[in-house]
């Protein structure tokens, strides 16, 4: 089985500019998370898709970033314009949505580092 | 609001020594707890998880026990070696209305010496 696949692995771009993320799942995984970890601190949740539905979006920090699942199947977090604290590495994580889907584990992309200047 | 509350790192170990990483949570309910690890170059990975209280989750010899009256997940390991040197996040999974969100600590450096 293919696992999470994000691209790219890494972007650098100037303040003002656009970046588009993209996740591909682990195929027939309904849930779908982007998260963003701040070099040292926590992993921060940004938002949670089931199959092409926003379950929950109150992590995105502001209009800056949008977030879409055309299909339900891969996913692309754009940011425009970026900031220099958008910098971070975005991961993405897939679960499966099953009647245990509390207790499913998620499945991590290698994430994308994202560095602005 | 819930959280996750790791050690701070990094913990530096020599091969053999034994491990813990602390990891206390706070939430609402009765969330699942989970420990997951990121070796260099990669994505996290599911190591263990425990659903209820007093369940003990264990994987490649790593353990943890949930503790509810202490609300805490602590890892422990009893010989590490060289190639455990990663960083562990201690996580839990809580129910936001129709969502279910996995929350993450601020992850746990361990580098291992031969």
């Known amino acids: 089985e293919a696992g999470v696949t994000q691209f790219p692995s890494h972007s650098v771009i100037e303040k003002g500019q656009t970046v588009t993320l993209r996740c591909d799942p682990i195929?027939?995984?309904?849930?779908l998370y982007w998260y963003r970890r701040v070099m040292g601190k926590e992993i921060k949740f940004l938002l949670h898709?089931?199959?092409?539905?926003?379950?929950?979006e109150s992590g995105m920090p502001n209009n800056r970033f949008l977030a879409e699942r055309t299909g339900g199947t891969y996913s692309t977090l754009k940011v425009q314009p970026a900031e220099l604290e958008d910098s971070g590495v975005y991961f993405c994580?897939?679960?499966?949505?099953?009647?245990?889907?509390?207790?499913?584990?998620?499945?991590f992309g290698n994430g994308t580092r994202l560095t602005v200047t | 609001g819930n959280s996750v509350t790791q050690m701070e790192g990094p913990v530096t170990l020599s091969e053999e020594a034994f491990l813990t990483i602390n990891c206390t949570y706070t939430?609402?309910?009765?969330?699942?707890l989970f420990w997951y690890v990121q070796y260099p170059g990669e994505g996290l990975q599911l190591l263990l998880k425990?659903?209820?209280?007093?369940d003990k989750g264990s994987n490649k010899g790593f353990e943890a026990t949930y503790r509810k009256e202490t609300t805490s997940f602590h890892l422990e390991k009893g010989s590490v070696q060289v190639s455990d040197s990663a960083v562990y996040f201690c996580?839990?999974?809580?129910?936001?209305?129709?969502?279910?969100?996995?929350?993450f600590g601020r992850g746990t450096s361990l580098i291992v010496h031969p």
């Open positions: 994580a897939s679960s499966l949505r099953s009647g245990t889907v509390f207790n499913s584990p998620l499945h």
């Open positions: 195929s027939g995984h309904d849930n």
């Open positions: 898709f089931v199959k092409e539905s926003k379950q929950d």
């Open positions: 939430a609402t309910g009765y969330p699942s």
């Open positions: 425990a659903t209820k209280a007093d």
């Open positions: 996580a839990l999974t809580y129910r936001a209305g129709g969502s279910y969100i996995p929350t």
